[in-house]
């Protein structure tokens, strides 16, 4: 028996509906439904992997990948040059939804350390 998707897989597989940013071919990125900042946007591989704990050597163009669109859509959001990238791994951290994922955070000022 498959495992249930996770929310994130049904937002790639266009099942529940959220508000895209920006799309390619290996990531998708779309609003936070519970922003913490004037721009929040989730970021996630295409592939399913559950959390940084489970990057493979495989993935790392990967990873690689999702670093450069989040680049490239701070500057379309308009917050380049201040932002914030943030992933939880595992519950301890806060990681809620079990599919890597990094928080794209801008539009106002942070304070460290974080949380």
Known sequence: MMAEKSIFKKI????IPATI???DDL????????PQAPVHVIVIPKKEIASADDVAEEDEALVGHLM????????KLGIAG???????CG???G???????FHLLGGRGFSWPPG
């Open 91 to 93: 519950p301890a951290a």
């Open 21 to 23: 940013v920006y799309e």
């Open 82 to 88: 201040g932002y914030r990238v943030v992933t939880n």
């Open 95 to 101: 990681q809620e939804v079990m599919h890597l994922h």
């Open 27 to 34: 990531c998708l990125a779309f609003e936070d439904i519970n």
């Open 68 to 75: 450069v669109a989040i680049r490239e859509m701070a500057a």
């Open 12 to 15: 790639i597989d266009r099942e």
